[in-house]
């Protein structure tokens, strides 16, 4: 199949990159190599992927519709993975028009692009934000998700509206996922694994908010990628394991939490990392930030009766992966 996965420089979509590529499948990846973090490591990730004949990459801005459009029109795709968005919960508060290019117009080039098309299958990066403050858990697809405390949360929801809408009036399958606090090789510099692990290995304080008195249920990269590949096979027909609504028994549509379905307390994962990498960190404890939330924990109840596959790699597990694989990239 020819599959566009968006976001391909981008920690998640490069995985899921590679994965379609060893399975066979022609992969066109796009990605604009923002500089919202070093440009150099989005470069570093393509270079794992550039020597398949079947991939190719495209430098395009999701926001861009003309250029979207003929991307769309000129490959024809089977499947679409839309991965790319503009990511950060703090990001959001300081730069909030980012977030409007990207993840609000840059979703509505690609299920435009869908829709004129006629994509088989479209699946979609959601997040485990737009729980915002919810009290019960675990998180349920099913839950009112009606207050998010950042921007980046209310475009997410948003964007699980916008594919509600066209999946129902124009019968597109779509499949919405949303990960939780995904961490691993090649990971971001802004979430915690990375930014502690840098700060550790420097000598540096880390700041801990809420004075470690939060958790959150991380996810192994490898976990979040085997998920989004089973999903993507797994195309809906209008009969999604939690419809809620009378018109979803009808719409091709499906929503799923990927988590670890085990919170883990802050503290706990700052000593687990200390321990892979076998340094101790400097604590710097500090007041709950605007737009975080106390606790995530995701029911994945859903996507184990749609797929027959729950993530369970364990922290310690992961961690020491990802901290094998920062002492060898920053060589220290």
Request: hydrophobic share 40%; glycine share 6%; with cysteine.
């Amino acid at each position: 199949m020819k599959i566009l996965v968006t976001g391909a420089a981008g920690f998640i979509g490069n995985f899921v990159t590679e994965r379609l590529l060893e399975q066979g499948h022609y992969v066109i990846g796009l990605d604009n190599l923002n500089d919202y973090y070093q440009v150099s490591l989005k470069d570093d990730r393509l270079k794992r992927v550039e020597h398949f004949e079947n991939f190719e990459f495209v430098k395009i801005d999701l926001a861009d519709r003309e250029a979207i459009s003929e991307l769309f029109a000129e490959h024809k795709f089977d499947r679409v993975v839309h991965l790319a968005a503009q990511a950060g919960v703090r990001y959001s508060i300081d730069n909030p028009m980012a977030y409007n290019d990207s993840n609000l117009t840059g979703m509505m080039t690609i299920l435009e692009g869908c829709r004129q098309n006629n994509v088989e299958h479209l699946v979609y990066a959601s997040s485990s934000s737009v729980y915002g403050m919810n009290k019960e858990v675990p998180f349920s697809e099913t839950d009112r998700v009606d207050h998010p405390v950042s921007l980046y949360a209310a475009t997410k929801k948003a964007n699980e509206l916008m594919a509600h809408s066209y999946s129902h009036l124009y019968n597109l399958p779509v499949t919405g996922l949303r990960f939780f606090t995904v961490y691993g090789p090649w990971g971001r510099p802004d979430m915690a694994a990375y930014k502690f692990a840098k700060k550790i290995m420097a000598g540096e304080e880390i700041d801990v908010y809420n004075h470690g008195d939060l958790s959150r249920d991380f996810t192994y990269i490898d976990d979040i990628v085997e998920g989004i590949l089973r999903t993507l096979d797994n195309v809906p027909t209008g009969a999604s394991g939690n419809a809620k609504y009378d018109n979803e028994a009808v719409t091709p549509y499906a929503l799923y939490n990927i988590g670890n379905h085990q919170p883990v307390k802050l503290m706990e994962f700052i000593s687990t990392l200390e321990e892979a990498l076998g340094v101790k960190a400097k604590l710097n404890m500090m007041p709950m930030q605007p737009g975080d939330v106390y606790t995530t924990y995701a029911d994945t109840d859903q996507l184990q009766q749609a797929v027959g596959f729950e993530p369970n790699t364990t922290l310690k597990q992961g961690l020491t992966e990802f901290a094998n694989w920062f002492r060898d990239y920053h060589n220290v």
